[in-house]
């Protein structure tokens, strides 16, 4: 599928921590209304997210040096967290602009820190494309940039799950800069492209059950040519402490802890206006069935301890960006890896629950009531959860810290 032209984008406001919240809200609202029909029908949100970008949402975490409102991780991810309880599925579309935003931030140069904050502030998006599907695991990078001589360089290769790109004004792309030396095999750069550029083709075959409407397929890179001055290096972020991934994380998180609250949100509308009692139970309402009620009280404390994990989180964040150490970057790892393995489960297991609290009519597919169960399973096979416990464990038992890499 390809969308028409990008709408030429315009100067956004520059939002508050409180006006950030109070329109994440107001919009969330309304992709609440809209979510199931766009999830049966595979609608993709481009009004939805011209919507996003107009509001300033998109620019929350521009530098203040360069003009932006640099709100802190804690208050990003209640965004993120309001905006997947409306619609995981918009929610999840921005969510490498903001890692990029964040890399930019880290290593860009001032020149190029000038150009791409000024494009966020424009209104402009940033994409994605990083993963690449056939390699042996989410780190085996094929995609190259080749020497073309005059501080220029090719690009090519070949990106899945390239959430965003098809949104995007700018793909920045992962792939290593190679040398004489070492074809092929050089460290990882991000090269930023624009979408419309000669040799870029991106392609919606995105095809999973859940999380329908992100967009999230191909990308091919054909001899694109990229210029020195949109090259920002990758390698660089990971040889001190960070929290880079620690912050891709958190908003990872935010998803799972949404789809969990428009479940549990769902489900008990549903006992309270449409489901019928168990006979046995011996109540006028369902929503007095005392079993039903137990096991939503149940749902509500799982959901309750994830949004208290993912506050925690991302103050955790924050806290380390304030005082960056091996130590507090550390900490905040380990604090997001037990949101993400919390979130998880609550995620699948809220999304499940649901229908054995609402009852048989809840599984007509009409009402599409399944769409959160399949966002959740989805969206939570993105990283291991096994593997966030598995680094918890080893701190808990010998004091371990967690790697130092983009999962974490």
């Given at each position: 599928m390809?969308?028409?032209?990008l709408?030429e984008?315009?100067?956004?406001?520059i939002l508050?921590?409180?006006?950030?919240?109070?329109v994440?809200?107001?919009?969330?609202?309304d992709?609440a209304?809209?979510?199931?029909e766009?999830d049966?029908?595979?609608v993709?949100p481009?009004?939805?997210?011209?919507?996003?970008s107009?509001s300033?949402?998109?620019?929350?975490?521009?530098?203040?040096e360069?003009?932006?409102?640099?709100?802190?991780?804690?208050?990003?991810?209640?965004?993120?967290?309001i905006l997947?309880?409306?619609d995981?599925?918009?929610?999840?579309v921005?969510?490498?602009h903001?890692?990029?935003?964040?890399?930019?931030?880290?290593q860009?140069?001032?020149?190029?820190?000038?150009?791409?904050?000024?494009?966020?502030?424009?209104?402009?998006?940033?994409?994605n494309?990083?993963?690449e599907?056939?390699?042996?695991?989410?780190?085996?990078?094929r995609?190259s940039?080749?020497?073309?001589?005059?501080g220029r360089?090719?690009?090519s290769g070949?990106?899945?799950?390239?959430?965003?790109?098809?949104?995007?004004?700018?793909?920045?792309?992962l792939?290593h800069?190679?040398?004489?030396a070492?074809?092929?095999?050089?460290?990882?750069?991000v090269?930023w492209v624009e979408?419309?550029?000669?040799?870029?083709?991106?392609?919606?075959?995105w095809?999973?059950m859940?999380?329908?409407?992100?967009?999230?397929?191909?990308?091919?890179?054909?001899?694109?040519?990229?210029?020195d001055?949109?090259?920002?290096?990758?390698?660089l972020?990971?040889?001190?402490p960070?929290t880079?991934?620690a912050?891709?994380?958190?908003?990872?998180?935010?998803?799972?802890?949404?789809i969990?609250?428009?479940a549990?949100?769902?489900?008990?509308?549903?006992?309270?206006?449409?489901?019928?009692?168990?006979?046995?139970a011996?109540?006028?309402?369902?929503?007095?069935?005392?079993?039903?009620?137990?096991?939503?009280?149940?749902?509500?404390?799982?959901v309750?301890?994830?949004?208290?994990?993912?506050?925690?989180?991302?103050?955790?964040?924050?806290?380390?960006?304030?005082?960056?150490?091996?130590?507090?970057?550390?900490?905040?790892?380990?604090?997001?890896?037990a949101?993400?393995?919390?979130s998880?489960?609550?995620a699948?297991d809220?999304s499940?629950?649901?229908?054995?609290?609402?009852?048989?009519?809840?599984a007509l597919?009409s009402?599409?009531?399944?769409?959160?169960?399949?966002?959740?399973?989805?969206h939570?096979?993105?990283?291991?959860?096994?593997w966030?416990?598995?680094?918890?464990?080893?701190?808990?038992?010998?004091?371990?810290?967690?790697?130092?890499?983009?999962q974490?």
């Amino acid at each position: 599928m390809t969308l028409a032209p990008l709408r030429e984008a315009k100067a956004v406001p520059i939002l508050s921590a409180g006006e950030a919240i109070a329109v994440a809200t107001e919009i969330a609202a309304d992709l609440a209304a809209t979510s199931p029909e766009r999830d049966r029908d595979r609608v993709l949100p481009e009004g939805e997210l011209d919507r996003l970008s107009a509001s300033g949402l998109l620019a929350i975490t521009v530098p203040g040096e360069h003009g932006g409102a640099d709100l802190p991780t804690e208050v990003l991810v209640e965004v993120f967290r309001i905006l997947a309880a409306g619609d995981p599925s918009v929610a999840q579309v921005p969510h490498s602009h903001f890692v990029y935003v964040n890399a930019m931030r880290h290593q860009g140069t001032p020149e190029q820190q000038r150009f791409f904050f000024g494009e966020v502030l424009a209104g402009k998006r940033f994409g994605n494309a990083q993963s690449e599907v056939g390699t042996r695991h989410v780190r085996d990078i094929r995609t190259s940039l080749t020497p073309a001589g005059q501080g220029r360089w090719i690009l090519s290769g070949t990106k899945g799950y390239s959430t965003g790109a098809l949104f995007a004004h700018w793909i920045p792309v992962l792939a290593h800069r190679d040398t004489l030396a070492a074809p092929g095999a050089g460290p990882l750069h991000v090269a930023w492209v624009e979408r419309s550029a000669e040799g870029v083709t991106v392609t919606d075959d995105w095809n999973g059950m859940g999380q329908r409407t992100t967009a999230s397929g191909t990308v091919e890179l054909d001899d694109v040519v990229v210029d020195d001055a949109r090259i920002t290096p990758y390698h660089l972020t990971f040889e001190g402490p960070q929290t880079y991934g620690a912050f891709a994380q958190v908003l990872h998180a935010a998803l799972d802890v949404g789809i969990a609250r428009a479940a549990l949100r769902d489900a008990a509308d549903f006992v309270r206006t449409k489901s019928r009692p168990y006979p046995d139970a011996g109540v006028e309402r369902a929503a007095d069935d005392p079993l039903v009620v137990q096991a939503l009280g149940e749902m509500e404390v799982g959901v309750r301890a994830a949004e208290a994990l993912l506050r925690e989180a991302g103050r955790a964040v924050d806290l380390a960006d304030d005082g960056l150490t091996a130590g507090t970057a550390a900490m905040a790892s380990l604090a997001v890896a037990a949101v993400r393995a919390h979130s998880a489960t609550v995620a699948v297991d809220v999304s499940s629950r649901l229908f054995e609290v609402a009852g048989t009519r809840s599984a007509l597919d009409s009402l599409n009531l399944h769409r959160h169960w399949r966002n959740a399973r989805t969206h939570t096979l993105h990283d291991p959860a096994a593997w966030k416990v598995q680094h918890l464990g080893r701190y808990v038992v010998d004091g371990t810290p967690p790697p130092n890499h983009g999962q974490l």
